[in-house]
């Protein structure tokens, strides 16, 4: 399976510790391709369909529902977490993800 960025994965984050979100959830691989290509593990935002409007959070449609890329929650995963592929974010998706990033970590 080549895991690539932006693309939606279902992955399982059990087990979990204190407030980490947990269970089997679609997830948006954040991690780039080079990373993806070469490394056992890949870097994962969960998705969630309950959440609050904060700003680490993106409002995303997938599988015919709303939900949210939670940007807050950003981990490292071992790539056998991944139970399968999904989907992908659309172009203007991506945009905004790159924008919440770029203010959270770079600016």
């Known amino acids: 399976m080549e895991i690539r ?5 279902l992955v399982n984050l059990d087990p979990t ?23 056992k593990t890949i870097v994962i935002a969960p998705m969630t369909t309950s959440s609050k409007k904060y700003p680490t959070r993106v409002e995303v449609k997938h599988d015919n529902k709303m939900g949210w890329i939670v940007l807050d929650q950003i981990r490292t995963i071992d ?27 770079v600016d």
């Open 17 to 39: 510790v204190g407030s980490e979100i947990k269970k089997t959830r679609p997830c948006v691989v954040i991690s780039p391709d080079e990373m993806n290509k070469f490394l």
């Open 79 to 105: 790539k056998r977490r991944i139970i399968k592929e999904l989907s992908k974010l659309s172009k203007p998706e991506i945009k905004e993800v790159k924008a919440i990033l770029k203010e959270t970590f």
């Open 5 to 9: 960025q932006y693309q939606i994965v």
